[in-house]
Structure formats: C-alpha cells, structure tokens
C-alpha cells in the first residue's frame, strides 16, 4: 500500500477510518493541526507493522554458512518495539537472542533482522518470543536457540493499572536450552551479564 497519492486523489479506507475515529474522539479533523493526521497515522501504521511484508526466507536469504563452530553464539540487547495488538499501543524493549549451532551459522545482522520482522507487527510479547525461536530453528536447525525479550507496556503505563516501573520477561528455549541445564545456566548467564561457573 503506497503512501504517495496526487493531490485530486479521495483518501484512502485507512485515512477515512482515522478521520472518523477523531470526530467520535470529539475532535474536528478540518483544523489545521489535523488536516494532515489521518495520512500520517497512515503512514506511520504502514511503517510501524511493516513486518507483514517481510519473510524470513527473504531477509536471510543466503547468508546461512557450513561452519563447525561448537560453541554458543548470542546476540544480547538488540532494540526492538512493537505494537500490543489488544490496545494498539507500543511496547519496546530488549531482546537477547542465542543459539547452539550444529554445523551451520547464521550472518549475524539477520538474527536482529528476525527480530525485527515479528516484531513490526500486531503483537503479544508471549507470541513474539515464540516465533523468533522458531525462526531460528527452522532456518538453522541448530541444537538448540534460546530466546529471552524484556519489554515496558504503554497498555500498563498509560491505561489501566499505569504502573510505571513494571517489565515484563518472555522467554522461549528449544532443543538443547530447554532440556540441558548446564547450557541454559550458560545463556541465562550471558543474558544477564554473569560469568558462568563450571
């Protein structure tokens, strides 16, 4: 859906529903402060769920290496922000994304990138945990990814019971991370900036 129409063009259905949520906000649209929010919120919305148009096939196109690197490799504090699909406010944070490789690697700019297009879109912080372990999985077909996302709700802070200072954790382990202890004391460790005893 492209955002650059000539001027005699009608606005579109998205434009014209934000149009009508500012009058039922009791809002005018017609004052110059507004004329112009309905193709922005557009605009912004198309920028902020751009996630539908991407795959992950597409993003990590041949950037999968044969590698017999035997040791965990993370990447930790890549930025993320999303949108809560229940209220349509943000929710931004941290994710800390690892995996234990079995032969294969994965370049390292596309484990942000993965992030990133599960994150630009509607989502649920549980959800998104989920499939960013998933994606990895199934690109790499690794021993094991471990996945942990540390994230502030606006729908927390803003609305409802507006607690401020209040994070939410997410995690998600597959293969060896979530049946072998000593590798999930490993990841838990790197996460959180600790040596790991042995």
């Known amino acids: 859906m492209s955002t650059t129409k000539a001027h005699n063009q009608e606005p579109s259905a998205f434009a014209g529903h934000v149009h009508s949520m500012l009058v039922a906000m009791g809002e005018d649209p017609t004052r110059p402060g507004l004329v112009k929010t309905p193709?922005?919120?557009e605009a912004a919305y198309q920028w902020l769920t751009r996630g539908y148009s991407m795959s992950v096939t597409d993003e990590?196109?041949?950037a999968v290496f044969e590698e017999p690197?035997?040791?965990m490799i993370l990447v930790r504090d890549i930025e993320l922000?999303?949108?809560c699909e229940h209220h349509l406010l943000p929710f931004f944070g941290r994710a800390h994304v690892a995996y234990l490789p079995n032969g294969r690697i994965v370049g390292l700019s596309k484990i942000p990138r993965i992030v990133e297009i599960f994150s630009r879109r509607l989502q649920v912080q549980e959800r998104l945990t989920d499939?960013?372990?998933?994606a990895l999985m199934e690109v790499l077909s690794p021993q094991g990814v471990g996945v942990v996302i540390e994230a502030v709700h606006l729908c927390m802070m803003m609305r409802g019971v507006e607690k401020q200072?209040?994070?939410?954790?997410?995690?998600a382990l597959r293969g060896v991370f979530r049946n072998d202890a000593?590798?999930?004391q490993e990841f838990l460790g790197l996460v959180h900036g600790a040596?790991?005893?042995r």
């Open 60 to 62: 990590v196109g041949s």
């Open 69 to 71: 690197h035997e040791n």
């Open 81 to 83: 922000y999303s949108m």
């Open 182 to 184: 000593m590798t999930r």
């Open 39 to 41: 193709a922005r919120v």
């Open 131 to 134: 499939q960013v372990a998933d």
């Open 165 to 171: 200072n209040s994070r939410t954790v997410t995690s």
């Open 195 to 197: 040596s790991v005893q």
